[in-house]
């Protein structure tokens, strides 16, 4: 009779232990999946890089195309960007009309807030391009992008120029 009571007893040991581990093992997965969830990173929405940015004082180096001045053909283009979302980092603005190479390109490493700093953006002679004049200019367009923005397009409005005589 005292072996039968022994094989209870382990039994029930065994049992027991099994619903410990269960429990211990269903609490540190739970432990472990809020813990996943709670250390993302809440990441919020950037601005674009139209809403970062402030563009002004566009200028251009231009030829007429048309005696009425309604088209013309861009050598070289000016503008001041300044920072006006915040620090921005990495700066990039790629031309999307003409030619330039791609080393070329305006670059900054840092523009701090509110600071402007001005952009020449200056063409190969044989890849000029053509605008016509709209109601606010000549556009000229552009993406930016920084590592605070996502990139944009934007469009510059040439409103003052320099006329090239060639």
């Keep these: 009779m005292a072996k ?5 007893r382990k039994k029930r040991k065994w049992g027991r232990t099994i619903g410990i581990l269960s429990v211990v093992t ?9 813990e996943l969830y709670q250390s993302e990173p809440q990441s919020t929405p ?4 139209d809403e970062y940015f402030r563009f002004s004082d566009a200028q251009a180096l231009i ?6 001045n309604k088209s013309i053909t861009v050598s070289e283009v000016y503008f001041n960007i300044t920072a006006v979302g915040g620090n921005a980092n ?13 080393g070329r ?23 000029v391009f053509s605008t016509k004049k709209g109601d606010k200019g000549y556009p000229v367009y552009f993406y930016v ?12 409005y040439i409103t003052a120029a320099w006329w090239s005589l060639y």
Aim: with cysteine.
């Design 105 to 127: 390109y305006p670059y900054f490493d840092e523009i701090l807030q509110n600071q402007t700093k001005p952009i020449d953006v200056l063409y190969n002679y044989s890849a």
């Design 90 to 102: 990495s700066v990039l603005v790629s031309p999307t009309q003409g030619y330039i190479p791609t």
């Design 46 to 49: 950037k601005e674009t890089a």
């Design 63 to 68: 030829t007429a195309e048309t005696p009425d």
């Design 26 to 34: 269903i609490m540190i997965v739970i432990v472990t999946l809020s």
């Design 145 to 156: 992008e920084c590592e605070e923005a996502t990139r944009a397009f934007i469009t510059i």
């Design 4 to 8: 039968k009571v022994n094989m209870r």
